[in-house]
């Protein structure tokens, strides 16, 4: 689980935020214990703030972090595809990252600092018992192993002014690294995050990083394995006791991915892919999938092509296979825009299944951007992050459980509270310079 991350000098973030899942109020059901930490770690977390005060930027800086650990050794051959602020005094600086995360209970700690032409620093370290080991630290191309970490040796041969050394050092055999790899490299991207100018490459590959359509298509389509997720739906009991996990215990791919459809309430029964073999005029020919989702009709059931749905049911559709493999494997979910194509109810919906231990049970985190100030309602003080856009243009992030130095009361209704301006981070609408310009006003 994501503990916190850090990120100075990337896009409007200027001097550095930080976004920390650290529980304030730890007695409910979002926080969930982390014994080695000594503290409990929240499985939802909500940044909101008026347009262009960096909201997306935050989590395109945990986005961008998760390609570079992917892509570096690959593709970073030419330079390295960073976005300095670009208001101050030296847009050209070192940019820094630092993720810390739980990976089998253990704290890991990752910083990098690297400019458009080469890295600078980068570190790898556990906490195993609360100490801080080293696992490898680089400064420029000299790079220290914790001995005992013989496997890694072959690093050295593949890294270069512009490689991550954990992009090559998880190509090797040593758990450490590949298992907090594997952790970073399973967050997920939802949404559509802005990138500027000249950078559409970067933003594609960011975005692949969310397979969409497709990849839900393999839940109904796919091998039909059993796993132990319980999905929730709609209209059972949950207060009887052992209603929780025993009767969703042992459901498919394709019933947990349906019970999560069906729980939207869109009128859908069911899905039908259908394949289709497509011939080139060279004879090769490649299978296609069509989906149909079927919906009521009065008794009946009326098939409609995938392509006529609305919006917020394609949305839907798109994220269940993101959603349900977060769940499954304790992973991030980050979603640029909530609000945008989910009606209120749908997103309020996912909220409780990030939630709840009985559909979330092995801590997957949803952090999301959002403009819909009734979410705040199914959300706790310490899960909600404001930004606001400073004098020079950089972007400040903070915690509403501590903003502004004063301490928000727990039972506040923070929508009501948000609304009125108690916390900042709303547009300043001034209309006098439009008004004059239409002469209105002198």
Known sequence: MLIRFEVKNYRSIAEGVELSMVAVDRDREAARDAPHLGESLLTRAAIYGPNASGKSNVVAALAWLRYAVENSLRLWEDGIPLEPFAFGPTPTGSSEFVIETTVGGVRFEYVVELDA??????GLFH?????????????GS???LQRGLGALSGT???????????????R???PLVTNFAREILSIQVLGQLPYRAGSGTLRNRLLSTYPGRSF???WFDGPDNEHPLPPPMAGRDKSAPGNENKEWSALSNRQQALALLRLADLGIEDVVVIREQVFSDAGTSVTRRHLR?????????????????????????????PVLTALQAGSIVIFDELDASLHPTLSAELLRVFQSPVTNPHGAQLIFTSHDTSLLNHLNRDEVWLTEKQPDGSTRLGALAEFAGERVRKSQNLETAYLHGRFGALPQVDQTEFLRALGLIG
């Open 127 to 139: 906490y195993p018992e609360r100490k801080r080991r080293r696992i490898f630290e680089r400064e």
């Open 293 to 321: 989702l079927l919906h009521r009709s009065g008794n009946d059931s009326t098939p409609l092509d995938f392509s006529a749905e609305s919006e917020g049911t394609r949305t839907w559709f798109g994220l269940i296979g």
């Open 117 to 122: 032409h080469h890295i600078m620093y980068e």
């Open 156 to 170: 050295r041969e593949l890294l270069t002014d512009r490689t991550l050394a954990l992009s090559a050092a998880r």
């Open 216 to 218: 839900t298509t393999n």
């Open 172 to 174: 090797f055999a040593e």
């Open 142 to 144: 000299e790079l220290k």
